[in-house]
C-alpha cells in the first residue's frame, strides 16, 4: 500500500471559517490552512489584523451577525467545509465579583457562538457529506484556574459540544474535534505570563520544559481539517507539551 503524503494534508478547493483569526492561535491556524490550499474567511475583533478581506465580529452577541456576514461574502452555493472556533474571552476577575452580564458574555463568546456557528454550518457539511470542525477548548475544561471560571465553564461546555457534534453528523462525513492547548504566549494570556512565578511554573510543568507558541498549532489543525484524518472525531488533542499528564 502506497500513500500521497501531500494528498493526506491537501485542503485545495475547501472554504475554512475561523474565528479568533486577528491573534494568537486563530491567526497562526488561518495562515496555515491557507498554506495547505484552502480558501480562508479569517473573522476577528481587529479588523487591522485581519486584513482587507477580514470579517470583523463581535460575538459577545453571538454568532449570528457573523453568520450573516459569511454567508453573505460566500453567495448562493457558497460553502464552510472547515469550521475552526478559536475566538476566546477570558477577563479573568474572581469568580466572586462575576455578576450576570458578564457571565453569559463570557458565555456567548466561549461557548454560544461554537454552538450556533455548528448548527448553521454542520447540518449542510452533512448534506454534503463532507466537513471538519475544529474547537480550540482548554486546560480548564479538567482544572481549575485562579480568576479564569467561567471561562473554564464554557470551555468544559467545549468538550461535550464536540463529543456532541461528532455523534451527530460524523456518519454523514464530518468530523469534529477539539484541541487543547497548554500555556501559549498570546495576548489573552498576557497576565499570566506577567506574574514570572506564574509562568514559571507552567514551564516547569510541561515535559518541554517550554510555553507554547501559536505556531505549534499549525501542523495539529491542518490534520483535523485534512482528509487524513476522515476517521479522527469526538477527539480531545492536547497541544501542551505534556501538560495535561503531568
Known amino acids: ?32 490552512l491557507d498554506g ?38 460566500l453567495g448562493e452555493g457558497g460553502t464552510v467545509d472547515v469550521l475552526v472556533n478559536c475566538a476566546g474571552s477570558n477577563p479573568r476577575p474572581p469568580l466572586a ?11 456567548a463568546v466561549n461557548l454560544d457562538a461554537p454552538f450556533q456557528l455548528g448548527q448553521h454550518y454542520g447540518p449542510r457539511m452533512a448534506e454534503r457529506g463532507w466537513g471538519r470542525i475544529i474547537n480550540v477548548a482548554s486546560t480548564q475544561a479538567h482544572r481549575a484556574f485562579g480568576n479564569s471560571g467561567v471561562y473554564g465553564v464554557a470551555k468544559a461546555g467545549i468538550a461535550g459540544l464536540t463529543r456532541s457534534q461528532s455523534e451527530a ?25 506577567a506574574d514570572s512565578e506564574r509562568s514559571e511554573y507552567f514551564r ?14 499549525a501542523a495539529a489543525a491542518v490534520f483535523l481539517a485534512g482528509p487524513g484524518s476522515a476517521w479522527v472525531t469526538g477527539q480531545n488533542l492536547c497541544v501542551d507539551g505534556g501538560l495535561s499528564v503531568t
Request: proline share 4%.
Open 169 to 193: 453528523w460524523a456518519p454523514r462525513g464530518v468530523t469534529a474535534n477539539s484541541i487543547t492547548p497548554g500555556l501559549v504566549a498570546t495576548p489573552m494570556t498576557t497576565a499570566v505570563l
Open 36 to 73: 495547505a490550499g484552502a480558501r480562508v474567511l479569517r473573522a476577528g475583533r481587529d479588523r487591522a489584523r485581519l486584513g482587507p478581506d477580514g470579517i470583523s465580529a463581535d460575538l459577545t452577541r453571538g454568532a449570528t451577525e457573523l453568520i450573516e456576514q459569511v454567508d453573505a461574502r
Open 204 to 217: 516547569r510543568r510541561a515535559h518541554t520544559g517550554t510555553l507554547g507558541a501559536p505556531s505549534d498549532f
Open 1 to 32: 500500500m502506497t500513500f500521497d503524503a501531500a494528498a493526506l494534508f491537501d485542503l485545495t478547493g475547501r472554504t475554512a471559517l475561523v474565528s479568533g483569526a486577528s491573534s494568537g492561535i486563530g491567526a497562526a491556524i488561518a495562515e496555515a
Open 97 to 107: 465579583d462575576i455578576d450576570d452580564a458578564l457571565y453569559r458574555e463570557i458565555l
